[in-house]
T-cell receptor, first 117, second 115 residues
């Protein structure tokens, strides 16, 4: 069954602290795609990263980094030196193929990050 | 490049009234999605269009919800009649291609309140 679990409902950190948001997924496919989105208070989901199942290299973009581990079915997201502007809800999503041959995009329930000044 | 445009941003209606949401995807994007997002939850797909064709509407409550994407560009999602439980944010997204690897880009959403 296709599933995305973000067990952390809410995290609060003090500015400049590092924080890791966890994402665990379930899929039967060997080819799939994982995504992270940011949803600030304005409501619009902002795309952050896409990763395919064949590329397990970790990625770094500025203060953001992602750790993809197929062995544990996890795709965790770390923000280094957090800032108040990082406060938002972060969603992990999985895209894989359904039994009918089409693809399905499934989102986790999100993790609300609060960065305190 | 303009992003996904949605209107209205907010809508308040009485139950049993009809309501419609409009979405204009990113220019050139072939696939359009409508999602429902309840408070504290992730988006859930209602319907996906590839060009003008609805290729996945399995989660759309067809007794009261309808959607169309005429000419394969703009799309309208309608609820008639609205129920209290329909209060949520309705998100529209688009992607360039028609495969699962394509990144979806989201609009700001329409927040619906049914009284």
């Amino acid at each position: 069954a296709q599933k995305v679990t973000q067990a952390q409902t809410e995290i609060s950190v003090v500015e400049k602290e590092d924080v890791t948001l966890d994402c665990v997924y379930e899929t039967r496919d060997t080819t799939y795609y994982l995504f992270w989105y940011k949803q600030p208070p304005s409501g619009e989901l902002v795309f952050l990263i896409r990763r395919n199942s064949f590329d397990e290299q970790n990625e770094i973009s500025g203060r953001y980094s992602w750790n993809f581990q197929k062995s544990t079915s996890s795709f965790n997201f770390t923000i280094t030196a957090s800032q108040v502007v990082d406060s938002a809800v972060y969603f992990c999503a999985l895209s894989d193929t359904t039994t009918s041959g089409t693809y399905k995009y499934i989102f986790g329930t999100g993790t609300r990050l609060k960065v305190l000044a | 490049e303009a992003g996904v445009v949605q209107s209205p941003r907010y809508k308040i209606i009485e139950k049993k009234q009809p309501v419609a949401f409009w979405c204009n995807p990113i220019s050139g994007h072939n696939t359009l999605y409508w999602y429902l997002q309840n408070l504290g939850q992730g988006p859930e797909l209602l319907i996906r269009y590839e060009n003008e064709e609805a290729v996945d509407d399995s989660q759309l409550p067809k007794d009261r919800f309808s959607a169309e994407r005429l000419k394969g560009v703009d799309s309208t999602l309608k609820i008639q009649p609205a129920e209290l439980g329909d209060s949520a944010v309705y998100l529209c997204a688009s992607s360039l291609g028609t495969s699962g690897r394509d990144t979806q880009y989201f609009g700001p959403g329409t927040r619906l309140t049914v009284l």
